[in-house]
Nanobody, 127 residues
Framework: QVQFVESGGGLVQPGGSLRLSCATS????????IGWFRQAPGKEREGVSC????????YYADSVKGRFTISRDNAKNTVYLRMNSLKPEDTAVYYC????????????????????WGQGTQVTVSS
């Protein structure tokens, strides 16, 4: 079964940093792009970053570009999201999932509506 286990979230002050981990299983990891998405209270899920399976290319939403860095370790079937210079607007539950490809449209990464999702990891940015 396809599984995603997100971890690494927590409470951090504005300007701080966190590294999220996405441990996956149940599918050929090396053949899929992986995206990070987040959902804040009262908002719909939005895409923040994606890393390609083919060339390892990285993609970011405009809102996080220059602050977040996505990476993957194929040997561990794990994707990471390093988040620097965190803002209160980054407060959300963060999820990872597979994507057919990494795409940025109008400054965002489209959210797949019918994917398998894990429980997510909470990131709270507050002073």
């Amino acid at each position: 079964q396809v599984q995603f286990v997100e971890s690494g979230g927590g409470l951090v002050q504005p300007g701080g940093s966190l590294r999220l981990s996405c441990a996956t299983s149940g599918f050929p990891f090396n053949y899929y792009s992986i995206g990070w998405f987040r959902q804040a209270p009262g908002k719909e899920r939005e895409g923040v970053s994606c890393i390609s399976s083919s060339d390892g290319g990285t993609y970011y939403a405009d809102s996080v570009k220059g602050r977040f860095t996505i990476s993957r370790d194929n040997a561990k079937n794990t994707v990471y999201l390093r988040m620097n210079s965190l803002k209160p607007e980054d407060t959300a539950v963060y999820y990872c999932t597979t994507l057919p490809a990494c795409t940025v449209i109008a400054g965002t990464i489209p959210t797949p509506p019918f994917n398998t999702w894990g429980q997510g990891t909470q990131v709270t940015v507050s002073s």
